[in-house]
């Protein structure tokens, strides 16, 4: 009877950690994706790294023909890098953007992204402003469409 038992019981709890690892392989999954409907629709990571010793402040951001998957941070700390991602989903296109001023009267750091069909394009990033000529910014595309992944590096 005690075999019984303790086969049940191991029974039960071998089920259990099957849900449990099912579960949590489940949730790691959700939350490393994009949502893509289609294979082939774009999707834009963005590693955005601030080398200057001001805070970056969020002003505005848009992912026109998408959604976003991890949109960007509020303030972006010095030496500090966030990934920023968006899908398009249906779509076969998709422009991400994110606008930061550099520290609280500085100039403003445009991240910016085109991914279509015909290519992908950063030539829209920059620094504008007042004393913006003492900031750059370094942008890398390290994969082209439909999975544009781009680093930039404020200077």
Not at 6 to 24: E, K
Not at 39 to 67: F, Q, R, W
Not at 70 to 87: C, D, H, K, R
Not at 105 to 134: C, F, K, L
């Amino acid at each position: 009877m005690k075999k019984i038992a303790t086969r049940i019981a191991a029974g039960t709890i071998g089920a259990l950690g099957v849900a449990g690892v099912a579960f949590g392989a489940a949730g790691a999954a959700h939350a490393g994706t994009m949502p893509i409907v289609r294979p082939g629709e774009p999707t834009v990571t963005m590693t955005i790294s601030n080398h200057t010793d001001k805070p970056e402040y969020l002003v505005g951001s848009s992912a026109a023909g998408g959604e976003w998957v991890n949109g960007p941070a509020q303030v972006l700390y010095p030496g500090a890098t966030e990934i920023v991602s968006a899908a398009a989903p249906l779509s076969g296109h998709l422009d991400v953007g994110a606008t930061y001023r550099i520290g609280l009267g500085g100039p403003t750091a445009e991240y910016q992204i085109s991914n279509h069909r015909y290519g992908v394009d950063t030539s829209m990033t920059g620094v504008s402003g007042r004393v913006s000529q003492q900031y750059w910014i370094n942008t890398s595309v390290a994969t082209g469409y439909p999975q544009a992944n781009v680093s930039y590096d404020l200077w």
